[in-house]
């Protein structure tokens, strides 16, 4: 693992052989300063364990360095030398902010200290200068979340009622969000008191609208924070090998559930105090036309989210749209989760020929796409199922999101094996 240099046209990794022996300044601290610096970067900002560790590996191998890497979701070993010269560093971070436009430019600086255009110390520095870019304007932040809510409640089956209490409730988690990043306090209690957050509004909605669908509502509010995509990377990493690192994550994302079911049990508890307070009605979808507005609304402001580089939305937005369709289509001829393995593997073909087409990363057109079709909100239904000691309907809902959630990781590994990424991300 580092100990010989790759082919030139390593299909795993993807980063370019390095053009002869390393220049004279670029030494052994600064080739090892180098690669801890970018996996630790790449790890806080989204990057699975198993696309992680087969960039750091072939980038390790190109500066010539030996190294071994271990990742998990809250941790990084990184061994470095020959035992029993070896150094060892143990890195605690915690991943599972995703910034796309980060993940991009850092894919890049690899690429470049790969191929010799920089030395490792000016890769670090390079490394440096993205880590302190700042995010979007938390104005720009809060319209996103209430503008990705109001969609969300019409892809969930609601109506206009709905999506307005979505976006008020989505307005709010945004709030607590940003609020959560300045107190580590609050940070700790932002699923649960945005789940309660959520499910308060829509109680409240109910005051202008009787009929409102109060869990759309409540679930659409939340749909940044619900973990669809965290379980389905889970799957992957250990579909992948990663058992340490997926059985983590799939515990984190089955506590994020948890959270969420219980703040919105205590929110719908409290506002049902409030004697203008109604149960609500049932959802009344809207046609297909709605449907495909509202996915082709939500893409942008999930960008914002996500923070994806606007020249890149020529990429992902027909990707995502692409595979929305295959989904759409599929689920009126075949089973929802084979329509749903069928979208996956669609966007992982498109995602793989785009990065080797413009030497960027695959996730750049994967994860927006992916986010959509995740089986986030079945998993928070079947939380608050299990709340309300309807036990048969929560373990019929929980199987349906394993279900899907496999569908879509053997989609993303059969699109892998059909058109190998160049890039490791």
């Known amino acids: 693992m580092g100990s010989s240099l790759p082919r030139p046209d390593d299909e795993v990794s993807g980063l370019r052989a390095w053009p002869g022996a390393l220049p004279p300044e670029a030494a052994a601290d600064d080739a090892a300063r180098f690669l801890l610096d970018v996996v630790r970067a790449l790890h806080a900002y989204g990057m699975p364990a198993h696309r992680l560790e087969a960039m750091a590996d072939a980038l390790a191998a190109q500066l010539q360095t030996e190294a071994y890497f271990f990742c998990t979701p809250t941790a990084l070993l ?28 850092l894919d890049a600086i690899a690429n470049a200290v790969a191929r010799g255009d920089q030395t ?48 008020c409730a989505g307005f709010t988690v945004g709030l ?19 789940a309660l957050a959520a499910a308060a509004l829509s109680g409240l909605g109910t ?13 659409a509010g939340l749909i940044i924070l619900v973990p669809g995509l965290a379980l389905t990377i889970a799957m992957n990493e250990i579909a992948t090998g990663h058992l340490v690192s997926g059985t983590s994550r799939l515990s984190r994302a089955f506590m994020a559930f948890l959270l969420l079911g219980f703040g919105a049990a205590l929110g719908s508890e409290l506002v049902a105090l409030l004697p203008f ?73 498109v995602g793989n020929g785009y ?54 990781v053997g989609g993303l590994l059969v699109a892998t094996l059909a058109l190998p990424p160049r890039k490791a991300l």
Do not use: M, N
């Open 120 to 167: 490792p110390a000016e890769g670090s520095a390079a490394v440096a200068s993205v880590l302190r870019q700042p995010g979007p304007p938390a104005a720009l932040t809060l319209f996103a979340h209430a503008a990705v809510a109001a969609a969300a409640a019409v892809l969930l089956g609601g109506r206009l009622p709905e999506a307005l209490t979505a976006s």
């Open 355 to 408: 990065a080797r087409w413009r030497d960027r990363p695959a996730a750049i057109v994967i994860v927006p796409g992916l986010l959509l079709l995740v089986p986030g909100s079945l998993g928070f239904r079947s939380i608050t199922h299990f709340l309300d000691e309807d036990v048969l309907t929560a373990v019929g809902t929980a199987f349906d999101v394993a279900l899907l959630a496999v569908a879509l």
């Open 277 to 349: 307070v109604t149960d609500g009605g049932a959802a009344d979808r809207l046609g297909p036309l709605y449907t495909w507005a509202a996915f082709a609304t939500c893409l942008a402001p999930l960008a914002v989210l996500l923070r994806a580089r606007l020249r890149d939305a020529p990429f992902f937005v027909p990707a995502a749209l692409l595979a929305f369709g295959a989904v759409q289509q599929g689920s009126q001829l075949v089973d929802p989760a084979l329509a749903a393995g069928a979208g996956a593997l669609l966007l992982g073909v």
């Open 78 to 105: 990184v061994a470095l030398g020959t035992p029993p010269e070896q150094r060892t560093f143990l890195v605690r971070a915690d991943s599972g902010e995703l910034d796309l436009g980060k993940l991009r430019d």
């Open 176 to 194: 607590l969000e940003l609020l959560a990043r300045r107190s580590q306090p609050l940070g700790r209690l932002l699923l649960p008191a945005s």
């Open 207 to 219: 005051a202008l609208w009787p009929d409102l669908a109060r869990p759309i509502a409540t679930v």
